[in-house]
């Protein structure tokens, strides 16, 4: 599943962050499927909640820098 890189319309770098974040899913043969999570997507869902967060002009000055400082925690721990 090839992640789609583009740029959105306020000029910042988009990258799928729902499709980087879903839960992966093999189907067999017989029509069965198979779910897991992975370490990989579980970081990307974590981004994708902070990224929200910093959309939402709800919250101030404080709370975005502690939103800011978690991504930066994040990314080191899964070496992106």
């Known amino acids: 599943m090839a992640m789609k890189i583009g740029y959105s319309s306020d000029g910042g770098l988009s990258v ?3 499709q980087s ?3 992966k899913v093999w189907y067999s043969s017989d ?3 198979t ?3 992975t370490p ?3 970081h990307a869902r974590q981004l994708q909640e902070m990224y929200n ?3 939402n002009d709800l919250f101030d000055q404080d709370e975005r820098i502690d939103v800011l ?3 930066k925690e994040t990314i080191k721990v899964c070496h992106l």
Request: avoid cysteine; aromatic fraction near 0%.
């Open 40 to 42: 990989q997507t579980q």
């Open 35 to 37: 779910s897991v999570e």
């Open 16 to 18: 799928s962050r729902v």
């Open 53 to 55: 967060v910093l959309q």
């Open 21 to 23: 974040s879903a839960t």
């Open 69 to 71: 400082m978690t991504i």
């Open 31 to 33: 029509g069965l499927s």
